[in-house]
Nanobody
Framework: QVQLVESGGGLVQAGGSLRLSCAAS????????MGWYRQAPGKQRELVAT???????NYADSVKGRFAISRDNAKNTVYLQMNSLKPEDTAVYYC?????????WGQGTQVTVSS
């Protein structure tokens, strides 16, 4: 079994930045499909940013130009750099990794952007 531990969430003012981290308990060197999702109260979970099978990146239109997904294989960690945050970015953010025979989700980290 693989554990994904998220960190980096918090409360920021509009226009600020946060970097979310998702550390896996196993090597991600061979894993291609990883990403970040978010869920606001009363809403469906939505894709924010992902790596595809070819390690290309894909972003939701609402975050393009502001967010960036990256990875550090040596640390078994995937990151989400969030800049120019807006109140509508407020949500619980979850990392997702498809690998090791199944799909794993992080525990979620709260991001709150005040106006």
């Amino acid at each position: 079994q693989v554990q994904l531990v998220e960190s980096g969430g918090g409360l920021v003012q509009a226009g600020g930045s946060l970097r979310l981290s998702c550390a896996a308990s196993r090597s991600i060197f061979s894993i291609n499909t990883m990403g970040w999702y978010r869920q606001a109260p009363g809403k469906q979970r939505e894709l924010v940013a992902t790596f595809t099978s070819g390690r290309s990146t894909n972003y939701a239109d609402s975050v393009k130009g502001r967010f960036a997904i990256s990875r550090d294989n040596a640390k078994n960690t995937v990151y989400l750099q969030m800049n120019s945050l807006k109140p509508e970015d407020t949500a619980v953010y979850y990392c997702k990794i498809v690998g090791w025979g199944t799909t794993y989700w992080g525990q979620g980290t709260q991001v709150t952007v005040s106006s």
